[in-house]
Each structure stands twice: as C-alpha cells, then as structure tokens.
C-alpha cells in the first residue's frame, strides 16, 4: 500500500545556476532585438550617470596633475583699492619686507600701469579702439615664482628690461593677431614702439597675466615715466606654512593700510572652481537616474508581454516537472541578465564617452572603479525589482491554462 | 487492490466553478506495461482525464494514484518531482523550443529532473536514435516536418523513462500516413516497456490499440 515512504521518495529537484542562467536566457536569445531594445533604455541611464561621475573624475584628476605641476603654495597679494575705487599701490619696502618672512621661499611683484596706458597693434589704429590689454611693469623672477613658461620667444633679461621690449600673455597675443615672434614686429604701447620678444603659455595660478603686456621695470620707468610701487606681488612659501605666511601678508605688504590689502590662494579657486559644477552634476546624475528607472519600466514591461507570449513554454515546463519557483526564478533570472546586459552595455558606452571627452579636453581619463561596478549592481537590482510581479505571474499560472494557450 | 498500477483513479469527479461536471464517478486502472486509447467526442471530458492523469490538475472528489502515489494533498514541488520521475507528455502541438536544436529540445525533458547537462545531452541524443531521430539531432523546429516533431516531443517524453507516457491527440496535426507512422512508433516504445495512454477522438486509432476507455459526457462507458 502506497504510504507516507513513497510520498518521501518523491524528491523535489533543484536548478543548478548554470542551468537556471541557461534557461533564463532562452527568452533573450529568442528574440534578440526585443532584449536590445528593452537593454537599451536601462544602458542610457547608466552611460548617462558614469560619464558624469567620470567626466568630474576626470577633471579632478586634471585638476589634480595641474596642481601637482603648478603647486598649491603660492599666494598672491593684491593692494586693493582705496574708498574712493583707486588702486593703490604698496610702499616701496612691501616686497623686500615679504621676502624677509621666514617661510617665504620666492616673491615677485607687478606694476599695474594705469589705465591710460593703452596698446594697440599699430600706430593707425583709432584711440578709442583699445585692445582692452592691460600693461604691467615686472620683475625678471616673475616666472619663477608664478610658473609661467614661454610658448614663443624669451623672456626679459637684464638687458632687455631696460629696453622698449614687450612680453604679451597668450590671450593678449591672440588679440593682437601675434601667433609667433619675429625680430622687427613692433606694437604700441604708451604712445610709443615695443618690440615683442615673447609670449607666454597660459599661467594658471596668475590668470590676469593672460590678457596682460609686461614690460620691464626699468624701461617703464625710462620710457613711460612710471615709477610707482607694486600692486600685486606673488609669493611661494614653504607648503606647510601657506597658511601661517596668509596670515602676516596684509600687515608686512602694507604696514598702513593692512585692510585694503587682498590675499588669495589661486589654487583653491581653481578648486572652487571645480566644485561649482557639481550642481551641474547632479542635475545630469538626476536624468540618468529618470532614465534608469524609465528603462526599468521598460524592462519589466517586456516582461509582463514575455510571459503573456511564452504561456504554452511555461505549460510544458510545468509538465516536464518544473516547479513554480523554477518558473518564478527562470523569469527572474530573465529580467537580471535583460537589466544586467544593459547595464554592462551603459558601462562600456559611459566609459567610451568618458574617454573621449577627457581625450578632447587633454585631461587623464578617469572612470572609478566602484562607479562602473555600482553602475552594474545597479542594474541588477533594477532587473530584479522589475522582474518581479511578471515572474509571480508566470509562476502563478495554472499548468492547464498554460497549456491550452495558444 | 495491490497498488502496482501505473495510475489508479477512484470515483474520480471533476467539477469546474459554474456546476459543469467534466467527470463524474469515473474509475480507471492502468496497470504497468499497457497501450491504451482514451477516445471520445470534444467535450466528453479527455481533456481533464488528461490532466489529472498527468497530475496537472486535481480532482474535486475521489482519489488519484500516479506511480504508487496518492497525488491529494501533495505541494506543489512534490507534485512536481512526480511529473519530473514518473510521467511523460506528449502534445498535439509539439510545444517545441524554437531556435534550439533537436537535441536541447530532447535535453530539456531532463532539465526539472537533477540530472546534469552532460548527461542530458547523452541521453537525449540515445532517445533520438530510438525514436529514429540520430540524424536530424542539430537541426531546429522549423528544419523540421511535422512528423519529425512529433518524433522530438516523444523522445522529449520518453528521455527521462517515465512510468507512464501521455499522449494528447499525438496525430492531430498530422496528416494520416504520418499519423500512423506515430502510432506505431507508440506501440514500439511500448513494446519495450513504457505504459502509454492515447488520449484521441479518432475512432479508428482507438480501435486499433489493444484496450480503449470510451468517454461521454464525464463518464466512462
């Protein structure tokens, strides 16, 4: 008599992985343009979200080599305007009595020369139309301190600072129309000829050198008549002490006016810089997310069509013995590998565009490693949680209604 | 009563919601080793007699026995391994897997059965020959006739040797030359051991085999 032991013999079996992915892919592999289609939306979402997360990678560690070359040690103190919106100018001691603090390693100072110093290319040009350059008188160490390297030409030595000679920043020189140095190419400066000797790179801890014609201190005194002080000077001292060395500057620049003075750490701004298009980001951050969730719409909807269409499927595994957690897990499984198979595709893409973002801007292309592994997780998640009520359904149907489907 | 039958059913009835009886009071005995057609007209309750003897369905009264094994009360999982080891089906709609080969098609037939894919595969190419299939093995469904279907759902059936092997209308969608040739491969597969159950209207099938259970109207004439 048949009894409890034979009820016991019936074992119920179990799906291995492998089996289980195999058979959670037969839908896919069935109608391949369907699971691209459904993939793809979750795959925008997630290029979307790592190329952000990678393109501000990337520009941080851009950021980061470029503070690395330029270093973050240097201050730059400006003399301010007075109340009545004049610039002053320090007293002549300011940059002797900077040099002399103990952690300071360098210091050079500029001349801002006043406004009616005007350049132009040539003599023929109408007065009105300036070039909007401003002219600084500097010291020969200015590039030491401040970084700055040439892109074209030389730099003033002891005899050319003497002379009626002109460096242009590279902004400068783009406004000119001057792309190299040539002996002989003159432009007017003051009301009188100067000839180029150079023209520097882009000096990014000193921007306003950019768009600057330095001269030199000599020659503006000689040519242009103008001896007044400094009115900013550029310090580098010691890393650790940046901060303790901030704190005297104002005082020994300008001993009378303390108040007027303005110090600033150009690397944080360019660091500042940086942060303020992480609200950018997050607005990007937030589409992808939308279409993220969109593309998982997306993939739970295939799904609910999938088991509508794959009714019969479903009745004959139920008859060769498949239980309604192996139908639950096949769907299941399904919707993961959909969702995953996007997510691996918007891996690659984001990581792609990342590339050739940060190619065309000349920064390292950074993608993070847990950016692209969460990106992946992600979707797996996403895949799970869409996959869920279709792969209930399909567990739910009856194997007779299954099978009388057409 | 010596609980050796394949499938027993005892004052079986089937009532579905709205008060139709598919089957009233029917009793059956399939004992190991036997050929039977189940024939009668749409309607008659073959369908559900079907589905019970496959344990996809359970009976509002009386008690089903599959393989030695009260099928009432049984879950879901258990209900399942009992389909898995003990019974085969065949469909008149081949139910085939599209885009996968004779051989996976075959393969599948032990998937729910814990065996691994080397073995199923072994096997399944062993059910193909016996079926007459050893040279068709990498072609797909659709490279396929329908007579050569058929054929891959009863090897699909039959690979994981079951106690008893259903066969819903087998030859309805074939034309009668090919019908017949299923038939006999039935009766081969018999031959050698497997009880098979025929479930036809056509008259002249049921005739031809050695027991036939009439059904009308639910009950078994």
């Keep these: 008599m048949a009894g409890s032991g034979d009820v016991v013999k019936l074992k119920p079996h179990k799906l291995s992985a492998r089996d289980l992915i195999r058979v959670g892919g037969v839908g896919l592999r069935n109608r391949p343009l369907r699971a691209f289609l459904s993939a793809l939306g979750i795959g925008i979402g997630i290029a979307a979200m790592l190329a952000v997360v990678g393109i501000s990678f990337s520009g941080r560690a851009d950021l980061d080599r470029t503070l690395d070359q330029l270093g973050t040690n240097l201050l730059t103190v400006a003399a301010g305007k007075d109340s009545d919106g004049h610039t002053v100018s320090f007293p002549e001691p300011a940059l002797p009595m900077i040099k002399r603090v103990g952690p300071v390693l360098s210091a050079s100072g500029v001349t801002r020369l006043p406004d009616d110093v005007n350049v132009y290319r040539h003599e023929y040009i109408a007065k009105a139309r300036t070039s909007g350059i401003v002219v600084y008188s500097v010291d020969n160490d200015l590039p030491s301190v401040v970084g700055a390297t040439m892109a074209g030409g030389g730099w003033f030595n002891a005899a050319t600072a003497r002379y009626p000679a002109v460096v242009l920043g590279s902004s400068a020189a783009k406004r000119l129309?001057?792309?190299?140095?040539?002996?002989?190419?003159?432009?007017?400066?003051?009301?009188?000829?100067?000839?180029?000797?150079?023209?520097?790179?882009?000096?990014?801890?000193?921007?306003d050198l950019d768009s600057a014609a330095l001269i030199g201190q000599a020659a503006a005194a000689d040519y242009l008549g103008?001896?007044?002080?400094?009115?900013?000077?550029?310090?580098?001292?010691?890393?650790?002490?940046?901060?303790?060395?901030?704190?005297?500057?104002?005082?020994?620049?300008?001993?009378?006016q303390p108040y007027h003075v303005q110090v600033s750490r150009p690397s944080d701004a360019l660091a500042a810089k940086l942060a303020t298009d992480r609200a950018f980001n997050a607005v990007l951050l937030g589409l992808g997310a939308v279409a993220l969730l969109v593309g998982g719409i997306g993939v739970a909807n295939t799904m609910v069509i999938s088991v509508l269409e794959r009714r019969s499927e479903i009745g004959l595994r139920r008859s060769l013995g498949a239980t309604r957690r192996h139908i639950r897990m096949q769907f299941l499984t399904e919707s993961v590998l959909l969702a995953a198979l996007g997510g691996v595709g918007g891996v690659v893409l984001g990581a792609a565009v990342t590339f050739a973002y940060a190619l065309s801007q000349s920064w390292p292309p950074t993608v993070p490693l847990w950016a692209a592994g969460g990106g992946i997780a992600i979707t797996v998640a996403v895949g799970a949680l869409a996959g869920i009520y279709p792969a209930a359904r399909a567990a739910r149907l009856s194997p007779t209604v299954a099978l009388a489907a057409p | 009563m010596t609980g050796d039958a394949v499938a027993e059913l005892i004052a079986v009835s089937k009532l579905y919601p709205g008060g139709v009886a598919a089957l009233q009071e029917v009793d059956l005995r399939i004992e190991p080793g036997e050929l039977l057609a189940i024939v009668g007209p749409s309607g008659s309750g073959k369908s559900t007699l079907l589905n019970l003897l496959g344990t996809l369905d359970q009976p509002t009264s009386g008690e089903v026995r599959i393989a030695g094994h009260p099928v009432a009360g049984l879950s879901d999982r258990h209900l399942s391994a009992l389909r898995a080891d003990h019974v085969g089906f065949v469909f008149q709609q081949f139910h085939l897997a599209p885009a996968t080969t004779a051989l996976d098609n075959v393969a599948d037939g032990l998937l729910y059965c814990g065996v691994g894919q080397a073995q199923r595969r072994e096997r399944a190419a062993r059910a193909l020959q016996r079926v007459g299939l050893g040279h068709r093995m990498r072609h797909r469904p659709h490279e396929l006739s329908g007579g050569e279907k058929q054929r891959v759902a009863i090897a699909r059936a039959v690979v994981g040797e079951p106690d008893l092997l259903l066969a819903d209308e087998p030859?309805?969608?074939?034309?009668?030359?090919?019908?017949?040739?299923?038939?006999?491969?039935?009766?081969?597969?018999?031959?050698?051991?497997?009880?098979?159950?025929?479930?036809?209207?056509?008259?002249?099938?049921?005739?031809?085999?050695?027991?036939?259970?009439?059904l009308r109207d639910g009950r078994v004439r």
């Design chain 2, 171 to 214: 030859t309805g969608n074939l034309d009668t030359a090919t019908g017949g040739a299923i038939v006999a491969l039935l009766r081969e597969l018999n031959s050698s051991g497997t009880t098979v159950v025929v479930i036809t209207h056509d008259r002249e099938i049921a005739e031809g085999l050695p027991r036939t259970v009439a």
């Design chain 1, 177 to 207: 129309g001057i792309t190299t140095v040539r002996s002989n190419v003159v432009i007017q400066l003051g009301g009188r000829a100067f000839s180029i000797i150079g023209i520097l790179n882009p000096v990014p801890l000193a921007a």
């Design chain 1, 226 to 256: 103008i001896t007044s002080g400094k009115t900013t000077i550029y310090v580098r001292s010691a890393e650790r002490q940046v901060e303790a060395v901030r704190e005297v500057l104002a005082a020994t620049a300008n001993p009378a």
